[in-house]
């Protein structure tokens, strides 16, 4: 009836070590340090620890560095969490919430708060649609569903954004607002410019399935706006 305690403790591990269990090229350093206990051989395991995670990269590209702790919830079946990001000398956010990994659905009861966040990061999701995004938001998403097919309902503000679409090779500028609802993200009048300071308006949808772009259908009102920029070696047509 002897309660028991096991301390360990995760120094400086690089995430690339692990690089072929994850879907996508991770790197940072982590470091954590926990403890398990129980108070008897009759009650469950109990988990708790503070980690960071620094230099976290998402293919090569900066998100910041993470600090945190989880709380393992024997009585929820569940694991609590709240993580500080900060990325560099640009705003940060929080998140935190409960996993449930044992739950065939419902896995994920998290929250995300963010402010004047870098969104570089988010390239690699438009899977070669769009590139060379930056600039910066903020907003408050709620997730749910599945680890690897989260549902995110909530708004978002972009500003000082820019980004390339490939297709085209055009440059833009763009600021405003989305919404998010489950897998659908729906953007209304986002405010674009192009290279000539041209200005247009974006209205439409994007649908993403396991945190990838599936479909993106928008409609442009623009005047005098720079809609192609090929070269002839880049022009197939």
Same mark, same amino acid.
């Given at each position: 009836?002897?309660?028991?305690?096991?301390?360990?403790?995760?120094?400086?591990?690089?995430?690339?070590?692990?690089?072929?269990?994850?879907? #996508?090229?991770?790197?940072?350093?982590?470091?954590?340090?926990?403890?398990?206990?129980?108070?008897?051989?009759?009650?469950?395991?109990?988990?708790?620890?503070?980690?960071?995670?620094?230099? /976290?990269? %998402?293919?090569?590209?900066?998100?910041?560095? %993470?600090?945190?702790?989880? +709380?393992?919830?024997?009585?929820?079946?569940?694991?609590?969490?709240?993580?500080?990001?900060?990325?560099?000398?640009?705003?940060?956010?929080?998140?935190?919430?409960?996993?449930?990994?044992?739950?065939?659905?419902?896995?994920?009861?998290?929250?995300?708060?963010?402010?004047?966040?870098?969104?570089?990061?988010?390239?690699?999701?438009?899977?070669? #649609?769009?590139?060379?995004? +930056?600039?910066?938001?903020?907003?408050?998403?709620?997730?749910?569903?599945?680890?690897?097919?989260?549902?995110?309902?909530?708004? !978002? !503000? @972009?500003?000082?954004?820019?980004?390339?679409? +490939?297709?085209?090779?055009?440059?833009?500028?763009?600021?405003?607002?989305?919404?998010?609802?489950?897998?659908?993200?729906?953007?209304?009048?986002?405010?674009?410019?192009?290279?000539?300071?041209?200005?247009? @308006?974006?209205?439409?949808?994007?649908?993403?399935?396991?945190?990838?772009?599936?479909?993106?259908?928008?409609?442009?009102?623009? #005047?005098? %706006?720079?809609? /192609?920029?090929?070269?002839?070696?880049?022009?197939?047509?």
């Amino acid at each position: 009836d002897k309660s028991s305690e096991l301390y360990f403790e995760i120094t400086n591990f690089g995430l690339q070590n692990i690089g072929s269990f994850l879907p #996508r090229k991770w790197d940072g350093i982590f470091s954590f340090i926990g403890k398990i206990k129980r108070l008897n051989v009759e009650q469950p395991w109990h988990l708790d620890g503070q980690f960071n995670l620094l230099g /976290l990269q %998402l293919e090569e590209l900066d998100i910041g560095d %993470l600090q945190g702790f989880i +709380d393992w919830k024997p009585k929820e079946n569940g694991l609590y969490t709240d993580i500080k990001i900060e990325s560099g000398s640009y705003g940060g956010g929080r998140l935190f919430g409960y996993v449930f990994p044992s739950n065939q659905e419902d896995q994920l009861s998290l929250n995300v708060e963010f402010n004047e966040m870098r969104i570089n990061w988010l390239v690699p999701f438009f899977q070669k #649609r769009i590139s060379e995004i +930056d600039g910066f938001s903020s907003g408050r998403l709620r997730i749910e569903g599945l680890v690897d097919n989260p549902k995110f309902n909530g708004q !978002a !503000a @972009f500003s000082r954004g820019v980004a390339t679409v +490939d297709y085209l090779n055009t440059n833009y500028k763009f600021s405003g607002a989305t919404i998010f609802d489950q897998d659908m993200v729906y953007f209304d009048q986002i405010e674009i410019f192009d290279r000539f300071g041209s200005e247009g @308006f974006v209205t439409g949808q994007l649908i993403h399935e396991n945190i990838k772009v599936k479909a993106l259908d928008v409609k442009v009102d623009f #005047r005098n %706006l720079e809609l /192609l920029n090929t070269s002839r070696n880049q022009n197939t047509l």
